[in-house]
């Protein structure tokens, strides 16, 4: 991914930018590439997703699993 800087921040979440400094979005596509979602809800859930998979690592909870609807 020479062309996309993910950049994640607690207070800000998740970002991302083409390597020029456009911003750029994320998006949920189904087996026949059709868009089920995209944009910053997306960006959302998937930092809070791997947020609580961390938390949950550390917890010592016994999973890593974290789910996140959308």
């Known amino acids: 991914m020479d062309n996309v800087i ?18 750029l979005t994320l998006a949920v596509l189904d087996a026949s590439g059709r868009i089920l979602a995209s944009g910053p809800t997306v960006n959302a859930a998937v930092f809070a997703s791997s947020v609580d998979a961390y938390d949950n690592f550390w917890q010592g909870n016994g999973h890593l699993t974290a789910v996140e609807i959308i």
């Open 6 to 23: 993910v950049r994640a921040k607690v207070d800000e979440g998740l970002s991302l930018l083409s390597k020029d400094g456009r911003p």
